[in-house]
């Protein structure tokens, strides 16, 4: 399920009010008009209310468009996500399946378990806060709290609501989709039963995946209201 880049168009690219007295406020550049007898607009600096009032609308426009932007990437994030919890499962389901099992300390067994906590690891990479200049905004989304500093986006929409974009942790943590490592050393790699116990969150982590998903696209819709 993707959820498709909010539409940000400017909200004051065609914005005009026009008062009793003929007077014009043109939004975009801040500027007060006022016809003249002969009815030619004769511009003059706004007032301080106005330029306050437009200051607030273009923060409101630049804090929506952060938001939209944040839970675009967050998207794209659990998609990728969901494509390693496949190949994860697909690993540890070759290594039990397989007739007979591949034994312990077998080169076969340890590069799947290898492969399966490579791509375990490849979920946090995405779920991290990448460094600055990129900014952390949609890490505050999908990331563990206790790395991305905070947990979910506060925004006010453009009628002026607050909106909370929530916190959809989908790292391999306990508070995300709690995947655990498997043991990949030979001689001393993961049991069977641990391989069967992995599969079943495995199972529970899609279910999970889906929800934030949906959490995630429900978000969104706040940002349209």
Do not use: C
């Not at 607009?41 to 929506?64: D, L, M, P, Y």
């Not at 540890?92 to 399946?97: G, P, Y």
């Amino acid at each position: 399920m993707a959820i498709q880049p909010i539409n940000n168009d400017p909200v004051l690219s065609n914005l005009t009010r026009t008062t009793a007295t003929g007077q014009t406020v043109d939004a975009q550049n801040g500027m007060l008009k006022k016809n003249n007898a002969a009815g030619d607009s004769v511009a003059f600096v706004a007032s301080g209310e106005a330029k306050s009032e437009f200051a607030r609308i273009n923060s409101t426009k630049e804090a929506i468009a952060v938001a939209a932007r944040a839970i675009h990437a967050a998207d794209e994030v659990m998609d990728a996500v969901g494509k390693n919890l496949s190949k994860m499962k697909e690993s540890l389901e070759t290594i039990v399946k397989n007739y007979p099992p591949f034994p312990h300390g077998s080169d076969e067994r340890i590069k799947l378990l290898m492969s399966y906590n490579s791509l375990r690891k490849q979920i946090d990479d995405l779920t991290m806060p990448p460094p600055p200049p990129d900014g952390t905004e949609y890490a505050k989304i999908v990331g563990d709290p206790a790395i991305a500093g905070t947990s979910g986006i506060n925004v006010t929409n453009e009628k002026g609501d607050p909106v909370k974009i929530n916190a959809q942790e989908v790292h391999t943590g306990p508070t995300g989709l709690d995947l655990p490592i498997l043991p990949d050393i030979p001689g001393d790699d993961a049991t069977d039963d641990q391989i069967y116990e992995a599969l079943g969150k495995l199972d529970t982590a899609v279910k999970t995946l889906y929800e934030r998903q949906s959490g995630l696209a429900a978000d969104a819709q706040k940002l349209l209201a």
